[in-house]
């Protein structure tokens, strides 16, 4: 495979027609200045030293020469092998609730910003475990399969909205078999998978606690953060406060009993947020307790570079540019090994 790396200097290489340009301009006006004191054909008999052949030799090596700098610059790389990698870590599946009710402001500015800050916060102090990332709310989304590259999964973590999810309502159940189901398959048959659930804990479509249940069975422990306040906040959506069928203004409140249950019956652990701390950190140190697996990841080796060959290629080019004189050299013209001593 070639690439080059850094291939915003490519855009120098406009400047060579340029120069080409200009120095056909300037051979043109030296041909008109000769052109004044003669014919050009008798004034090269009465300056035989001088040869327009060398000029142009000579700006054809310094062009080149240009162009090898400007290649160089742009660091052409040959290669890119596979290479696997072993690590110790854990796999990490974040399941985020992006419901309505996240919008709700006991939290400032809401609890969805909020959590999104969190994970930014977590994602930036990870090194070797992977991690992942499920949305949900009447139904669940990856939003990102597992993965070790932590700049990609922050960038992620940032686009979470409650309109990456089509069906309203909040499914719990569901977002976490979803999140069984995107562990790779290097650690089926270890016990280093967590799912970090942080949600309000309002469930209205299915059994959370079945789902819940089969994670023990695989193995899979379930943190779970609460976010939000017993006595609730109302939700407000465009500068709207949503209500009702009876008019109504809906309060969207913290169950706090069902996310407890779910964490117990895997062997997790459950925390409340506050305003000061989500919870991500506590939860952090539990993980970085347990037994970790061997995770394998393929990565590209680094690529071979190849820029310092042409900058010795300009190098010699501008040297031999250096050392071709447009006429004899001066400081040789008193040498004369062709001539008898007398």
């Known amino acids: 495979?070639?690439?080059?790396?850094?291939?915003?200097?490519?855009?120098?290489?406009?400047?060579?027609?340029?120069?080409?340009?200009?120095?056909?301009?300037?051979?043109?006006?030296?041909?008109?200045?000769?052109?004044?004191?003669?014919?050009?054909?008798?004034?090269?008999?009465?300056?035989?030293?001088?040869?327009?052949?060398?000029?142009?030799?000579r700006f054809l090596l310094f062009l080149a020469a240009v162009l090898c700098l400007i290649l160089a610059a742009a660091r052409p790389q040959f290669g890119s092998k596979l290479r696997e990698e072993k690590t110790q870590g854990i796999e990490m599946m974040l399941v985020v609730d992006v419901s309505n009710s996240m919008l709700a402001e006991d939290f400032e500015p809401n609890r969805l910003e909020r959590t999104k800050y969190a994970i930014g916060k977590l994602f930036e102090g990870l090194?070797?475990?992977?991690?992942?990332?499920?949305?949900?709310?009447?139904?669940?989304?990856?939003?990102?399969?597992?993965?070790?590259?932590?700049?990609?999964?922050?960038?992620?973590?940032?686009?979470?909205?409650?309109?990456?999810?089509?069906?309203q309502?909040?499914?719990?159940?569901?977002?976490?078999?979803?999140?069984?189901?995107?562990?790779?398959?290097d650690t089926e048959q270890s016990h280093g998978r967590v799912i970090i659930l942080i949600t309000d804990g309002e469930n209205h479509e299915d059994d959370a606690l079945a789902a819940a249940e089969r994670a023990a069975k695989m193995g899979v422990k379930i943190f779970t953060i609460g976010i939000g306040t017993p006595e609730g906040a109302p939700i407000q959506i465009d500068g709207e406060f949503i209500k009702d069928e009876n008019g109504e203004m809906v309060v969207s409140k913290l169950n706090e009993e069902m996310l407890a249950q779910i964490a117990d019956i895997t062997g997790g652990a459950y925390v409340r947020a506050t305003k000061?701390?989500?919870?991500?950190?506590e939860i952090v140190k539990e993980i970085n307790a347990m037994e970790q697996t061997e995770l394998s990841t393929v990565r590209f080796e680094e690529f071979n570079e190849q820029y310092q060959y042409l900058v010795i290629a300009a190098l010699v080019l501008l040297l031999a540019e250096f050392l071709i004189l447009d006429r004899r050299n001066p400081l040789l013209a008193h040498l004369n090994i062709f001539r008898e001593k007398r």
């Open 1 to 57: 495979m070639f690439r080059f790396a850094n291939p915003q200097y490519l855009w120098l290489l406009a400047v060579l027609p340029v120069l080409a340009a200009l120095f056909w301009l300037a051979a043109r006006n030296r041909r008109k200045r000769i052109a004044r004191f003669g014919h050009p054909d008798v004034l090269q008999e009465l300056m035989p030293e001088v040869s327009t052949g060398r000029v142009t030799l």
């Open 127 to 167: 090194q070797q475990d992977r991690v992942g990332l499920v949305v949900f709310a009447g139904e669940p989304k990856v939003q990102l399969p597992i993965t070790s590259d932590y700049r990609m999964a922050r960038a992620f973590a940032r686009r979470i909205d409650p309109s990456l999810v089509a069906v």
């Open 169 to 185: 309502g909040t499914a719990i159940g569901k977002a976490l078999e979803q999140a069984l189901l995107s562990f790779s398959s």
């Open 276 to 281: 000061q701390s989500i919870g991500l950190d």
